[in-house]
């Protein structure tokens, strides 16, 4: 039997429409500033899609927008402003930061109680520990796909491809949070698919495309793609999706998958943020 699908777009529009519901009522409205640096056109993309969302639940956002050029010290005064903001309750910077920036010092910049990515370190350190904390978008948006597909994760083998700050390590966190046994693959890990074969959950998050084939798959597998290419104008994900859903139970597909999870994700983010700095105040 072929795959079934996790549809990501619909669980997204649902949970939107839920917080829509929850801001309906609130005065002031949560704002979200979401910093931009550069012209990156998948990063434009994104944060175009980012600010849709916001206006779309009732939200709203502010798009600070720094040139290619701009230097560090630049960008953290324009973080520091943020957080100095009280119009501000949730500030996300987009990455990656051109080369010449540093992305830690950048990220430990922005106040914890407005880091809707849940990149800073209080936030990472939390997450690492099991302790309350705002978790980044893309992990949180995958974990809460697989438990609304009923996928049950305690003592499940979760092998998470990818090292990433923005998906794979949070995402090996939280699935250790939630009791898998997980083994996090990466560039230098040799015999991929001797590895994954042996996994009942596989996530895919490298930024590569035909990283996980069917052929690497137990049968019955839970696939989980966070990949997004662009090939020949197609957007595709770090899995074959064609060869995965012969040999998964459950797949998410790119687009319409983890994408649009990562948005609500980030929305319930900031809504969060707000509430405790509003709660505060
Ligand atoms: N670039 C790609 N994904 C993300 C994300 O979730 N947050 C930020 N800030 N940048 C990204």
Known sequence: MPAKIIDGKR????????LKRQIAPLSPKPCLAIVLVGDNPASVLYTQKKHEACKMVGMESRNIRLAASASQDEVVSAVRKLNADKGVHGILV?????????????LSEIAPEKDVDGFHPENMGRLALGLPCTAPCTPKGIVRMLKESGVRLEGKNAVVIG???IVGKPLALML??????????????RRL??????????CVAVGKPNTLVGRMLKKGAVVVDAGTNRVGGRLVGDADFDSVAKKASLATPVPGGVGPMTIAMLIENALDCY???TRRQ
């Open 11 to 18: 669980m997204a529009l649902e949970i939107l429409a839920r």
């Open 94 to 106: 987009q990455l990656p930061l051109p080369w010449h920036i540093d992305e830690n010092a950048v």
């Open 163 to 165: 090292r990433s700050r």
């Open 176 to 189: 250790l949070n939630e009791n898998c046994t997980v083994t996090v693959c990466h560039s230098k890990t």
């Open 193 to 202: 698919g001797e590895i994954t074969k042996r996994a009942d959950i596989v």
């Open 275 to 277: 509430r405790k700095i």
